[in-house]
């Protein structure tokens, strides 16, 4: 169980990861995970919904002030909710029934992070906007996989589906709102799937760390609205290898640990 110094640790590590993640459409999820692994030592297999509890409380801030520039409404966001749900709905499942030891699901973590951190450092994405593809069933085939991943992982999917979508050819200015409101209802939908196994099983290991997790949503809700609105002032391609770089030193650190080398 985590204690009111962990609460406010997570507070204000969210807001600061918030801050910097948000423009580019990610919630910031993927970075703290390790955070509640590694320093607020939060149990497994809970840390997943309280990362999707994060995610719920943390993106209204963001989504508030895209909604004040009328960027909520759009095809993109449609087509990742119509793939996402069911994604993390299964995400979930799996999460609990198959992939609860702890090397196992460090060994998820790196495999998330691995791809992910490349493509981010490398900075490979076609601005190209006139060619984006049309959001139809395509992307919203794409937005189920990273659903699922999500749902085991605990990000709500945006974290993959923003640098997926960037190279696709969408604009960050359109991927931002789309992929937020895109982790904002898969992770509604990913905390009540835990609860609700939480319940069936009863053993008092699967429910969010309910108090860590509203602390971290607090200093995200709050760093979120900041990183919306500083977006146009931050430049695209630093910002993505910043986070791919931590990403992939993430991933080796938790593929080590996970094979019991580190």
Same mark, same amino acid.
Do not use: K
């Given at each position: 169980?985590?204690?009111?110094?962990?609460?406010?640790?997570?507070?204000?590590?969210?807001?600061?990861?918030?801050?910097?993640?948000?423009?580019?459409?990610?919630?910031?999820?993927?970075?703290?995970? &390790?955070?509640?692994?590694?320093?607020?030592?939060?149990?497994?297999?809970?840390?997943?919904?309280?990362?999707?509890?994060?995610?719920?409380?943390?993106? &209204?801030?963001?989504?508030?002030?895209?909604?004040?520039?009328?960027?909520?409404?759009? &095809?993109?966001?449609?087509?990742?909710?119509?793939?996402?749900?069911?994604?993390?709905?299964?995400?979930?499942?799996?999460?609990?029934?198959?992939?609860?030891?702890?090397?196992?699901?460090?060994?998820?973590?790196?495999?998330?992070?691995?791809?992910?951190?490349?493509?981010?450092?490398?900075?490979?994405?076609?601005?190209?906007?006139?060619?984006?593809?049309?959001?139809?069933?395509?992307?919203?085939?794409?937005?189920?996989?990273?659903?699922? +991943?999500?749902?085991?992982?605990?990000?709500?999917?945006?974290?993959?589906?923003?640098?997926?979508?960037?190279?696709?050819?969408?604009?960050?200015?359109?991927? @931002?709102?789309?992929?937020?409101?895109?982790?904002?209802?898969?992770?509604?939908?990913?905390?009540? @799937?835990?609860?609700?196994?939480?319940?069936?099983?009863?053993?008092?290991?699967?429910?969010?760390?309910?108090?860590?997790?509203?602390?971290?949503?607090?200093?995200?809700?709050?760093?979120?609205?900041?990183? @919306?609105?500083?977006?146009?002032?931050?430049?695209?391609?630093?910002?993505?290898?910043?986070?791919?770089? +931590?990403?992939?030193?993430?991933?080796?650190?938790?593929?080590?640990?996970?094979?019991?080398?580190?």
């Amino acid at each position: 169980m985590t204690d009111a110094r962990d609460w406010l640790l997570g507070g204000v590590i969210a807001f600061a990861v918030t801050l910097i993640t948000t423009p580019a459409g990610v919630s910031g999820a993927v970075l703290l995970l &390790p955070v509640q692994i590694s320093v607020l030592h939060v149990p497994n297999p809970a840390l997943t919904p309280t990362n999707l509890l994060y995610n719920v409380l943390s993106t &209204p801030g963001a989504l508030a002030r895209f909604a004040r520039e009328r960027r909520l409404r759009s &095809p993109l966001t449609r087509a990742l909710l119509i793939g996402t749900i069911p994604g993390v709905l299964a995400g979930a499942v799996l999460r609990v029934e198959v992939l609860s030891g702890p090397r196992t699901f460090l060994i998820v973590v790196a495999i998330v992070l691995a791809p992910l951190g490349a493509w981010l450092a490398a900075g490979r994405t076609r601005q190209r906007e006139a060619d984006a593809p049309r959001p139809g069933a395509g992307v919203s085939a794409c937005a189920f996989a990273t659903g699922l +991943i999500g749902g085991v992982y605990g990000i709500g999917g945006g974290s993959l589906l923003a640098p997926l979508l960037a190279y696709l050819g969408f604009s960050l200015y359109a991927i @931002a709102p789309a992929a937020l409101s895109s982790t904002f209802v898969t992770s509604v939908v990913g905390v009540l @799937a835990y609860q609700a196994l939480e319940l069936a099983q009863g053993d008092g290991t699967i429910a969010p760390e309910w108090l860590l997790g509203i602390s971290m949503g607090v200093g995200g809700i709050c760093g979120s609205y900041l990183g @919306a609105r500083l977006q146009p002032r931050i430049p695209e391609a630093a910002l993505r290898r910043l986070l791919g770089l +931590i990403c992939l030193g993430l991933a080796v650190r938790y593929a080590l640990q996970g094979l019991g080398v580190g």
